[in-house]
T-cell receptor
């Protein structure tokens, strides 16, 4: 079975901090994704990556950056955390093309 | 960009009832995804389908490509089916298919 592991289930940080969310997948998937999920808005794509060091902006990239130095690891970085970034963050991975995405359990991030 | 509408937003049923959740999208697609999210849990891919019907246990997914519409049915519903069900389609017609647009989800509650 595919395993997508996110580093934390719950995280509390302060406004202005630099925050790192880590995601690791064990199936050699080319694609990796970062989403945020907010009540009433559904899942929204922040960034995705289709290969090592390759990335593309999603629908809501402002305030975020990503890093993919190794195929199995995709990091989401909040450069200077703000309260409006309090949300559930979900990482996913998939094979190339329109293939089912495999999701991590999510990180519930609170910015105080 | 593809727009996705799910209905209903909320659905409450008694154990044993037949459940239908609907999904409509605006732009032609190659395949559609149905996902399940339990409270506090991660997201699981249930189906990916491009035509006709797929069945897995008590879950059945159908798609009508011409009408840009899909349904997810649950037969003999059970309280453990209580979850949010999410429909997703490729964000753009043609081009890369690994960016998805998600519906806002249908919250299903099955009472014993």
């Amino acid at each position: 079975d595919v395993k997508v592991t996110q580093s934390s289930r719950y995280l509390v940080k302060r406004t202005g901090e630099k925050v790192f969310l880590e995601c690791v997948q064990d199936m050699d998937h080319e694609n990796m994704f970062w989403y945020r999920q907010d009540p009433g808005l559904g899942l929204r794509l922040i960034y995705f990556s289709y290969d090592v060091k390759m990335k593309e902006k999603g629908d809501i990239p402002e305030g975020y950056s990503v890093s993919r130095e190794k195929k199995e690891r995709f990091s989401l970085i909040l450069e200077s955390a703000s309260t409006n970034q309090t949300s559930m963050y979900l990482c996913a991975s998939s094979w190339l093309g329109n293939q089912p995405q495999h999701f991590g359990d999510g990180t519930r991030l609170s910015i105080l | 960009k593809n727009e996705v509408e799910q209905s209903p937003q909320n659905l409450t049923a008694q154990e044993g009832e037949f459940i239908t959740i609907n999904c409509s999208y605006s732009v032609g697609i190659s395949a559609l995804h149905w996902l399940q999210q339990h409270p506090g849990g991660g997201i699981v891919s249930l189906f990916m389908l491009s035509s006709g019907k797929k069945k897995h246990g008590r879950l059945i997914a159908t798609i009508n490509i011409q009408e840009k519409h899909s349904s997810l049915h649950i037969t003999a519903s059970h309280p453990r089916d209580s979850a949010v069900y999410i429909c997703a389609v490729p964000a753009n017609s043609g081009g890369s298919n690994y960016k998805l647009t998600f519906g806002k989800g249908t919250l299903l509650t099955v009472n014993p």
